[in-house]
């Protein structure tokens, strides 16, 4: 059984950091690619980042590049995403999602929300003024 745990979210004042964490499970964690996605009120989901976990390839949406980097660690099937410098439109629920045997991540974009197979539950992120 296929399981994605994101955890690590909370309440913190702007300018603090968090560092959530997507624990995997039930695939292959060395070939696959993970992505971090958030969903704020009354707005559609976006995609944050993704790593692939083969080659350590990464890529950010544009608005967090510079403040949040995506990490792997696949000797504890786990990925990370660090966020610092956080704004009050970083508020949001946070999921990861995985796909494996993907191939790597594209340059300069990021993959595609439907080229996901699994879905973890979110973790909320709250950032105050």
């Not at 292959?28 to 976990?53: M, N």
């Not at 099937?77 to 594209?106: H, K």
Request: glycine content about 12%; some cysteine.
């Amino acid at each position: 059984e296929v399981q994605l745990q994101a955890s690590g979210g909370g309440l913190v004042q702007a300018g603090g950091s968090l560092r959530l964490s997507c624990a995997a499970s039930g695939f292959d964690f060395d070939d696959c690619s993970i992505g971090w996605f958030r969903q704020a009120p009354g707005k559609e989901r976006e995609g944050v980042s993704c790593i692939s976990t083969h080659d350590g390839a990464t890529s950010y949406a544009d608005s967090v590049k510079g403040r949040f980097t995506i990490s792997s660690d696949n000797a504890k099937n786990t990925v990370y995403l660090q966020m610092n410098s956080l704004e009050p439109e970083d508020t949001a629920v946070y999921y990861c999602a995985a796909v494996p045997r993907f191939g790597t991540v594209p340059y300069g974009a990021l993959i595609k929300e439907r080229d996901y197979d699994y879905w973890g539950k979110g973790t909320q992120v709250t950032v105050s003024s």
